[in-house]
């Protein structure tokens, strides 16, 4: 080993905390993965038997595919907006320059560091003098919020990768500017774009703390399975707690490979040039 890689404590160490904090994060949600398949109604370690009893019960209640069919809904139409809205303030970051830039970016990317009970509250209030409190186009807007600054990081760091002249060759050489933009810009950011879409999609499924605010009675799956646990225990919370991190898990693993990808050809592209 190199000497300037070398550590006072031994690497077994290293490798034991980086294990320990495995298990912690994932512990609980292979638990519930596990006793989404017992066939007891209460969770425990020694199981009669395994059953699927609890996905048939899940998939055939119609207050939860409610439920589905709203964090869908909404994690669809928040990850559109969010993402094109993302792409727009990464563009004009990247592509021109004016007074308080720094502080435009700034409070561009503000949104997911404020509590999100203050920002629930303050969005209630909000929609609630407009009038749109407790329907899921409160809950979209509110979702765009918080999911389109991930959108901005992930779009802005793809931009990044692209050389400024190349843009202003094109115009130079007689493309309109929207051409320069169709041409240039976006076939090099596909890649970013997708990975934000998707990033921002499971942000949207996932959250909770601000749809319980603004949703009123249109539950989305966080929001249902947190009502379903008051003064009840149900097993079902299991399934949905399976299928929500599946979905999730998927999404992330997904934007995750799009964006190692276009990282690895970039580097490739510079190490051939």
């Not at 919020?145 to 843009?167: G, H, K, N, S, Y």
Request: net charge neutral.
């Amino acid at each position: 080993m190199p000497p300037h890689l070398k550590h006072a404590l031994p690497i077994a160490f290293w490798v034991a905390g980086l294990a320990l904090v495995f298990i912690l994060l994932y512990a609980p949600i292979l638990s519930a993965v596990l006793f989404s398949f017992s066939a007891d109604r209460f969770p425990s370690l020694s199981m009669s038997g395994f059953s699927t009893q609890w996905y048939a019960q899940v998939l055939t209640d119609r207050a939860m595919l409610e439920a589905l069919w709203n964090s869908l809904t909404v994690a669809g139409f928040t990850a559109l907006i969010a993402t094109a809205l993302g792409f727009a303030a990464a563009y004009a970051d990247y592509r021109f320059r004016f007074f308080g830039q720094k502080a435009v970016l700034a409070l561009a990317l503000l949104p997911p560091t404020v509590p999100l009970v203050i920002l629930g509250l303050a969005m209630l209030a909000f929609f609630s003098r407009i009038g749109i409190a407790g329907t899921l186009a409160a809950v979209v807007a509110a979702h765009v919020v918080i999911a389109a600054p991930f959108a901005m990081a992930v779009c802005r760091l793809r931009l990044a990768q692209l050389d400024r002249t190349l843009e202003t060759a094109a115009q130079n050489l007689g493309a309109p500017p929207h051409s320069a933009l169709g041409r240039i810009v976006l076939p090099h950011t596909v890649p970013a774009i997708l990975a934000a879409f998707l990033i921002t999609f499971a942000v949207s499924f996932d959250e909770y703390v601000i749809s319980w605010f603004t949703g009123g009675l249109n539950q989305t799956i966080p929001v249902a399975v947190l009502t379903t646990l008051q003064g009840q225990v149900d097993p079902t919370i299991h399934v949905i707690g399976t299928l929500s991190f599946t979905v999730t898990l998927t999404l992330v693993l997904i934007a995750l490979a799009v964006v190692l990808r276009q990282s690895g050809g970039a580097m490739s592209k510079e190490e051939t040039s």
